[in-house]
């Protein structure tokens, strides 16, 4: 199986920065576009950031400028540099990564636990 555990969550105040971090795990073959979404109190789960294996990257408008999503490929890794936090930015964050198990499969979503941040006013 595949597990993806994110860290680097935590609380700050506005105008402060902090890293996300999310490694995958187990029987991977290859990995696809990597993405970061989030999801606030009574609302959806919304996209924040994606990366392609080539590193092309996608954000939300709510954070471009402001946020900066990398990856490393070698270690099955992404990251998300988080900068100018604003209090809007208060939500759980996941870390999201289709998965091919080996040639020829198609690849399976797997999503991470998520990672709490708060950013206080």
């Known amino acids: 199986q595949v597990q993806l555990v994110e860290s680097g969550g935590g609380l700050v105040q506005a105008g402060g920065s902090l890293r996300l971090s999310c490694v995958a795990s187990?029987?991977?073959?290859?990995?696809?576009?990597m993405g970061w979404y989030r999801q606030a109190p009574g609302k959806q789960r919304e996209l924040v950031a994606t990366?392609?294996?080539?590193?092309?990257?996608n954000y939300a408008d709510s954070v471009k400028g402001r946020f900066i999503i990398s990856r490393d490929n070698a270690k099955n890794m992404v990251y998300l540099q988080m900068n100018s936090l604003k209090p809007e930015d208060t939500a759980v964050y996941y870390c999201n990564a289709p998965v091919r198990l080996g040639l020829g499969h198609r690849p399976n979503d797997y999503w991470g636990q998520g990672t709490q941040v708060t950013v206080s006013s």
């Open positions: 990366i392609s294996t080539g590193g092309i990257t």
């Open positions: 187990g029987r991977i073959f290859s990995i696809n576009t």
